[in-house]
């Protein structure tokens, strides 16, 4: 099976400017994660959607970030405006769920992002 | 609140001696654990989880785990390490169920493992 798709790969921007990402889950796959991953740190998870409903938002800085799962399907995270301490990895993944926690995560290779 | 502790930055294993790589836990209720590994800029791939039943999980490259709950531990092990094995391992827990919602993973720091030829 085709594993999680995202893109662009790399992201170089200077703060304050915006930023978009996209990511394409496993067919099928009910549930959707949007992780940050900052340098030496593990996946801080951002947003999780089942289908295309928000079931957790808690730890997304809604103030500059949004992001969207339109017909249950693809997801695009957005940053605007970005901050010098959002220069991170930002991990998409994706799992058959819904309501089943045992199931494991499927990572994408995720997007470097560096502000300058 | 959840949590996870990896108390380790980084192991050292020689090549064909056996490895740990240790994970500690805080949760309500029964925990699910998962463990992962990162290879450089790729994302994390799956290895093994413990949901129920056997304490011993056996799960992919010849990777295992022991959950002992009265110490809330799920360390990972491998009787014999490959330099291929080399890389960063994490550990994650789900539980805390939010009504409304789902279980929410939390992930450990990650542990930088390293085999020596």
């Known amino acids: 099976e085709a594993g999680v798709a995202q893109s662009p790969r790399y992201k170089i921007i200077e703060k304050r400017q915006s930023v978009a990402f996209w990511c394409n889950p496993i067919s099928g796959h009910a549930t959707l994660y949007w992780y940050q991953q900052i340098l030496g740190q593990g996946p801080k998870l951002l947003i999780q959607f089942q289908n295309n409903g928000v079931v957790d938002d808690s730890q997304l800085p809604k103030d500059r970030f949004s992001a969207e799962r339109l017909k249950g399907v693809d997801s695009t995270l957005k940053i605007q405006p970005a901050k010098l301490e959002d220069s991170a990895v930002y991990l998409c993944?994706?799992?058959?769920?819904?309501?089943?926690?045992?199931?494991?995560?499927?990572f994408g290779d995720g997007t470097r992002l560096s502000i300058l | 609140a959840q949590s996870v502790a990896q108390p380790e930055d980084q192991v050292n294993v020689a090549e064909g001696n056996p490895l740990t790589v240790k994970c500690t836990y805080s949760v309500s209720g029964n925990p699910y654990l998962f463990w992962y590994v990162q290879y450089p800029n790729r994302g994390l791939q799956f290895l093994l989880k413990y949901i129920t039943g056997d304490n011993l999980v056996k799960g992919s490259y010849g990777f295992e785990a022991e959950f002992n709950k009265s110490q809330t531990s799920f360390h990972l092990k491998k009787p014999s390490a490959l330099v291929s094995d080399s890389a960063l391992y994490f550990c994650?827990?789900?539980?805390?169920?939010?009504?409304?919602?789902?279980?929410?993973?939390?992930f450990g720091r990650g542990t930088s493992l390293i085999v020596h030829p």
């Open positions: 994650a827990v789900r539980a805390g169920f939010k009504p409304g919602g789902s279980y929410i993973p939390t």
């Open positions: 993944a994706s799992s058959l769920d819904p309501g089943r926690s045992n199931q494991p995560q499927h």
